[in-house]
């Protein structure tokens, strides 16, 4: 059963936030945060725990719950689980995301997940030239349809784990129109796959010579957990390691699940990372080197690490250079910061 409330200004019934997304209805122009588009409802930003874009409801009608089925269903398309698909249906959020971006006129993009192409012409909107990778075959050829006569986009249709990414960026970036910035830092701006976010992280953070900064919708418990878990949490892992490492993570806002289609079982959250230059990573002799001592740490993260890194130097070395560094001979690697274990590789790698 659907409940209701009425808006005062325009005395409409309209359906409660704990039912959204209800056919019926027509526009509504107040400020109440009621909006009906397409007839459809859609709960106002404050409801979704994200800031308002605007003082008036800005929803636009191209990318809202039914044009997205319709879309989707002209092309006998439904979201794919295995490739978890959800689609966006509030271009107010991808709107804040480009504004995250701080994108300039000219600007080279990568959207990885472009799906109908809602984040796409935001990106476009705001100035952007646009690289678009679509692991789906029938989505990137739906985009591509999109934006057949913009010459600001381009969609590939592969995997973005298994390709290699740079030399196209750069070819990109050589091709498009006179005018554009380039010889400047790429962005990165997606609403990924939830079940891709760490191999997408892994490997766009050391990407700090392409790109200046990286804007990601992931999922809300990822993003609490790769911006803020400290040592002597239960969530610190290497990822944190790897994240500082490499760049600057701030979480900017959660986005609720209802945002979606198909919905999640989970919300969202937006991150910016701001990418470090090679001349700003912490140093150590070997980057590969060092992570590969962090994954061994933390492989036994509840052991000392006198123990689970006895197979790259004997313990008795290890507690030495714990001792050194003022560490207790009895670390864990969950008590260590980023700064101690540099200190402890670059240590025990001058032995």
Known sequence: ??????????????????????????????????????????PSMSSLGVPAASPRCALRAED???????????????????????????????????????????DVVLEIGPGTGALTNALVNAGAHVFAIEKDAHMAMLVSERFNNNGKVKVVQEDFTRCHIEPQILSFSTS???GSNYGQMAKVVSNLPFNIATDVLKLLLPMGDMF?????????????????????????????????????????????????FPQPNVDAAVVVFKLKQVVDYPHVASPKGFFSMVNSAFNGKRKMLR??????????????????????????????????FVRLYNLLNSQ
């Not at 209800?22 to 400020?31: A, H, M, N, S, Y």
């Not at 002209?74 to 689980?81: A, D, L």
């Not at 890194?309 to 250079?321: G, K, N, P, V, Y």
């Open 307 to 340: 123990k689970s890194l006895q197979h790259l130097c004997a313990s008795r070395d290890i507690e030495s250079a714990l001792r050194t560094l003022g560490l207790p001979e009895t670390s864990r690697p969950g008590e260590l910061e980023m700064d101690d």
């Open 176 to 178: 498009i129109a006179p």
């Open 1 to 42: 059963m659907i409940s209701a409330v009425h808006c005062s200004s325009h005395r409409m019934l309209m359906p409660s936030s704990s039912s959204p997304f209800q056919p019926g209805g027509r526009e509504c122009e107040c400020e109440c945060g009621c909006c009906y588009s397409h007839s459809q409802w859609k």
């Open 212 to 260: 200046s900064h990286v804007v990601l919708l992931l999922q809300d418990e990822m993003a609490l957990r790769v911006v803020g878990s400290s040592p002597g949490t239960p969530e610190y892992r290497q990822i944190n390691i790897f994240v500082n490492f490499y760049s600057v993570p701030e979480y900017k806002f959660k986005v609720q699940r209802t945002n979606f």
């Open 64 to 106: 809202d719950y039914h044009s997205t089925l319709k879309v989707l269903q002209s092309r006998g398309r439904f979201p794919r689980k295995s490739l978890g698909q959800h689609y966006m249906l509030n271009s107010a959020i991808n709107e804040l995301m480009v504004k995250e971006a701080q994108l300039k006129e000219g």
